[in-house]
């Protein structure tokens, strides 16, 4: 199971932080992502964290800007900073998690079809 928090509403230049909860994986043996989806827009990734914490993957369009991390003494968390937020960050962040490294090429992320456990999603919305 895979469920987000932490989502809500900003100004730009502002931050938030998402959290994801990730349960049903021996010890912390699995790989987790943040995709999003703005609207009338495919979704696409974010970041992506692998089980050892070092292997890290950001769009381009984030990287400076947000920084993935995990909580393996707790196995079970995964979270998103959000630093300098601007308007075309707006969307439903979800979390998605499997036994998986984190590939270095964005094309192995397109559809999401790497990860097969979702969250519902979190709306983040920065606007003015």
């Known amino acids: 199971h895979v469920v987000e928090s932490g989502g809500g509403s900003v100004q730009p230049g502002g931050s938030l932080r998402l959290s994801c909860t990730v349960s049903?994986?021996?010890?912390?043996?699995?790989?987790a992502a943040w995709f999003r989806q703005a609207p009338g827009k495919e979704r696409e990734v974010v970041s992506c964290i692998s089980s050892d914490e070092f292997n890290k993957y950001y769009a381009d369009s984030v990287k400076g800007r947000f920084t993935i991390s995990r909580d393996n003494a707790s196995k079970n968390m995964v979270y998103l900073q959000m630093n300098s937020l601007q308007p075309e960050d707006t969307g439903v962040y979800y979390c998605a998690a499997d036994r998986v490294v984190c590939p270095s090429s964005s094309s192995y992320y397109y559809g999401g079809s790497l990860f097969g456990y979702w969250g519902q999603g979190t709306q983040v919305t920065v606007s003015s």
């Open positions: 049903g994986f021996t010890e912390h043996y699995y790989g």
